[in-house]
């Protein structure tokens, strides 16, 4: 469902990506884990279009998406780690027209965001201006606008902030009930816990570098560690390390 090939990018004499390479099946819950500056949301932008890359080539579901921006587009949700919503828009004004960018048939939209509004607790707020919301409402609304069209792959980007511990068990397993209907996620984040709970296999993105990627038992063997705490700290650790000496 996702498969990049020496995908790199530059921005000016700072290399933010290095010949990335990944191939992520459809279905599968992928989390990309690594330090600030690692070029986690980097490779988000690239693989949501949102950037070009300075090499390199991006494939969803087969396709390339520099050949087929909109069919692509047309078949994936992307949740940044900041929400953007027009605030000048309702709650409901703005989820009808995101269902209509997508030609979501209208009864069947409006069942879907009704459904969402009761399941997420806004719908005594539905007419509410968006800017009169609280950073985690609009975090909902964000998640809200991505179930609608019903991606067949969600790019998360740090994908808890601001979000309550109800909000935050009701995503989750949303998340992985859609993964298990076919749903592909890749998923950046900084909390570890996360990414060993949900994730099916974990990259280690370092300086731009994929340095480490599996499911937790291969990263497990590769380090002999036990947490993902202590697998992350271990090699990022150690190509820190060879990374100095190389300088």
Partial sequence: MI???????????KIA??????????????????PNGAGKTTTLKLLTGLIKPTKG???????????????TKEIMGFIPDSPFVYENLTAREFLTFIGNIFNTEKKMLDKK????????GIKPYENYLLSEYSHGMKQKIVYISNFLHNPQVLFIDE??????????????????ER??????ILMCTHILNIAEELADRIGILYEGKLIAEGNLEELRNNVNKESLEEIFLTLTKAHHTNFKDST
């Fill in 113 to 120: 965001i009704e459904e969402y509004f009761n399941l997420f």
């Fill in 17 to 34: 990506l290095d010949n990335l390479n990944l191939h992520i099946k459809k279905g599968e819950f992928y989390c990309l884990l690594g």
């Fill in 57 to 71: 080539n991006i494939y969803i579901n087969g396709l390339d998406i520099t050949k087929h921006p909109r069919q």
């Fill in 159 to 176: 994908p808890l902030v601001g979000l309550d511990p109800q909000s935050i068990y009701l995503i989750k397993n949303i998340l992985l």
């Fill in 179 to 184: 993964v298990k209907k076919g749903l592909t």
């Fill in 3 to 13: 498969k990049t090939i020496s995908l790199s990018k530059h921005f000016n004499n």
